[in-house]
């Protein structure tokens, strides 16, 4: 009996960690921020070179005090549904801290609910951002960094406003002069050495 | 040991060796640390170009990350190009082990390595899931040197040691596999570091197998000999080894039974240890939410476990070979492979991490002894057609990594957990038909020598040969080494009186 009671309360005391523990959930967040962003709807924007505006603040048309909590804002490039299709390693799961969906940072900025203006910035696409369709999700932080509130440049279904980012290759024109010349040289090399043997057996004779 | 006697004119002739020799020059001690010509040697130019090939086949996995990013990827496309990598050796070893009976180890192996190297290059420059399955398609091919570390441990080392050397030699080359899923990431991190990008870094990473692999080509050229005498061609020229034709040594080799039944038995137990290589980081990585760096960490201990593994099971074969000859080392390789299936079986099945890991450890263990000890038998199987052989066997540890990927780990039809104990019960089920294999001269698992005074070990490797080619004296090598091979009927044998005086002239 009293082992059960034990039990119970550590099952509640660690319920009631959980939250410092990231057990938040996404569809527990409210979306009361508004975010938009630069890019058109279908735009493909090019790695290391384009540059994407982003604005966001707390939505104007809600209570006042809905931001009391709100510490800092992070906004962050997230894969659309089509990009996450066969490929678990952009999983959307509910739990926010298993999530996978928005894996890019583009900025962390600490939020003061008694300025009302909308925060923006230009933001250059990283070369390491892969190519894939996205939108911009930005969430908002309290005091113990856990997430209390969202906003997204697209709908609920991820289907609307999407751009896409075409990336870097990653190749350079050294590098495949290189790969071709050592791949030259393996195979010439290898024919160098059956001559040598055969010049070498037919001197022995 | 050296037979006295009638070797003594030709001794004065032949070479010295750091090594003790029988009457075929091949070493009868395996001394590891030693690197004399031509014997250890050769043992060191092999597993280190073997391991070349290995982490070349197996770079991509631990980089998987990002290259999956650049590439835009999706999982069809990694566990395709992952099949793709195991398939192109399944036939690669048998071409390469006739290679090797034509032309010799040296020549057939290096070749392949340096043709392979463009391939690994190539990775460097890949832009697409298509050009990514290609690169991996074709570098896999490279994983046929297997065939022909096989094939020189053999050729250099006699019957009484042939399956430690074998084991040794291919553990330490399968060690790459293992030792792969570290150097990737810490060349890729250091190369980032200097101040590379990503998705730059991985290709110039790509840079260090392809030149370890050309370097350990060019040492087994200009350092290896074939055989302890010499090379192949010197020696076809001089008349002191015949050259053979393609056609015959395709039919002898494909024509034993027990070629095909060890290629069966070896896809499930080298079949499955390339099967967990490409499967067992996201296993652990998917059931106990580890990071994907913890995860390769276990990977990669699976592949390194190798390095005692393999070769303790060629020592166990040439040990328990030294009472029970040929018959035990039948009985050794069913016992440790049957094992090994059962203990996959259990792996599936445990819930917790700690356990789940020693599990692996063990199953390791039974699993690529189980290799070790198959490459304890190959050598017997046949002498005309030994690179075939052992190309088949090699092979059909390929194809059974293919097929057990493809039944249980394609796609979502059964969890990892499952198609883990699933595969352990193929394990068992293909494991079976050794007791099958039977050598009239020594036995089988459940049957001894046969009671005709035919069957000797001379009467088994000559019926390779025709009465035109023995006229010819193409036979003298299989001679030498059926006489070697008495050993394989076990501790009794040494009992019995050598008939030191009987020459082999009623062969002649």
Redesign the interface.
């Known amino acids: 009996m009293a082992a059960r009671r034990l039990l119970l309360a550590s099952l509640v005391l660690s319920c009631s960690l959980l939250p410092c523990y990231g057990a938040v959930l996404f569809s527990s967040l409210q979306k009361t921020l508004a975010v938009t962003a630069s890019p058109t709807s279908g735009q493909v924007l090019k790695g290391g070179v384009d540059k994407i505006t982003v604005t966001w603040g707390l939505n104007q048309t809600l209570a006042a005090g809905t931001d009391s909590t709100y510490k800092t804002i992070k906004v962050k490039l997230c894969y659309a549904p089509l990009s996450q299709?066969?490929?678990?390693?952009r999983k959307t799961v509910d739990r926010i801290k298993k999530d996978r969906t928005c894996q890019h940072k583009i900025v962390a900025r600490p939020y003061n609910s008694a300025n009302k203006t909308f925060q923006s910035l230009e933001w250059t696409v990283q070369?390491?951002v892969?190519?894939?369709t996205y939108f911009i999700r930005a969430y908002a932080y309290n005091a113990d960094e856990s997430e209390v509130a969202y906003g997204q440049t697209t709908d609920a279904h991820k289907t609307t406003n999407l751009f896409q980012v075409e990336?870097?290759?990653?190749?350079?024109m050294t590098?495949?002069v290189?790969?071709?010349c050592?791949?030259v040289?393996?195979?010439v090399?290898?024919l160098v050495?059956?001559y040598i043997?055969k010049r070498?057996?037919k001197r022995?004779? | 040991m050296e037979i006295k006697g009638k070797a003594t004119e030709k001794e004065s002739q032949s070479p010295k060796f750091t090594l003790p020799v029988d009457s075929e020059h091949k070493a009868t001690e395996f001394r590891l640390l030693s690197v004399a010509a031509p014997h250890m040697r050769a043992f060191h130019l092999s597993w280190v170009s073997f391991f070349a090939c290995f982490v070349s086949t197996f770079a991509a996995p631990p980089l998987l990350?990002i290259i999956?990013?650049?590439l835009?990827l999706?999982?069809?496309d990694i566990g395709n190009a992952g099949i793709a990598s195991v398939s192109g050796a399944a036939f690669a070893r048998i071409a390469l082990g006739t290679a090797c009976d034509l032309f010799g180890p040296r020549?057939a192996s290096?070749?392949l390595i340096?043709?392979t190297?463009?391939a690994v290059?190539?990775t460097?420059?890949a832009?697409s899931p298509t050009s990514f399955l290609l690169v991996r398609f074709f570098t896999g091919f490279s994983l046929a040197t297997f065939v022909s570390t096989q094939f020189w441990m053999s050729s250099m080392f006699s019957a009484r040691v042939v399956g430690t050397a074998n084991g040794a030699a291919a553990g330490w080359g399968n060690l790459g596999g293992g030792a792969t899923q570290l150097i990737m990431p810490l060349v890729f991190g250091l190369i980032r570091d200097i101040g590379a990008?990503?998705?730059?870094a991985?290709?110039?990473a790509f840079?260090i197998p392809?030149?370890f692999q050309?370097l350990s080509?060019?040492a087994v050229?200009i350092f290896g000999k074939d055989l302890p005498d010499g090379?192949f061609?010197?020696l076809q020229?001089a008349g002191a080894k015949p050259k053979d034709k393609l056609s015959n040594v395709f039919y002898h080799g494909i024509t034993n039974y027990r070629g095909w039944i060890l290629a069966l038995t070896y896809g499930y137990c080298f079949g499955v240890e390339l099967t967990v290589d490409n499967i067992i980081a996201e296993y652990f990585y998917d059931r106990f939410d580890l990071k994907l760096h913890t995860a390769g960490i276990i990977a990669a201990s699976f592949g390194l476990a190798n390095i005692v593994s393999r070769p303790a099971g060629g020592l166990i074969s040439d040990a328990v070979a030294k009472r029970f000859g040929m018959r035990g080392r039948l009985w050794a390789l069913w016992i440790v492979q049957t094992l090994g299936g059962v203990f996959c079986i259990i792996l599936g099945r445990v819930e917790s991490l700690g356990a789940s890991i020693l599990v692996m450890i063990v199953f390791s263990f039974f699993c690529q002894a189980a290799c070790g000890l198959t490459f304890g038998v190959v050598p017997f199987v046949s002498r005309r057609s030994l690179g075939l052989i052992s190309g088949m066997t090699g092979g059909g540890g390929n194809l059974g990594a293919v097929l057990t990927q493809l039944i249980f780990f394609k796609g979502s039809k059964y969890s990892k957990e499952r198609g883990i104990t699933l595969m352990g019960v193929m394990i068992i089920c293909c494991t079976f038909p050794i007791c099958f294999v039977y050598f009239p001269q020594w036995g089988g698992m459940f049957c001894g020598p046969s009671s005709k005074t035919v069957a000797t070990e001379e009467e088994y490797y000559l019926s390779e040969w025709n009465t035109e080619e023995k006229e010819k004296g193409l036979h003298q090598g299989s001679l030498k080494f059926a006489d070697n091979s008495r050993s394989e009927r076990g501790g009794r044998a040494d009992s019995e009186t050598r008939p030191a005086d009987e020459t082999p002239s009623a062969y002649v």
């Open positions: 299709v066969d490929r678990a390693w070369r390491d892969p190519t894939a990336s870097i290759t990653g190749r350079h590098m495949d290189c790969s071709i050592f791949s040289f393996s195979v090399s290898l050495f059956f043997e070498k057996s022995s004779q | 990350p999956r990013d650049n835009n999706t999982a069809t020549l290096a070749s340096l043709l190297a463009p290059y190539f460097s420059i832009s990008l990503k998705f730059t991985w290709r110039i840079f392809a030149l050309t080509a060019f050229l090379n061609r010197p020229k």
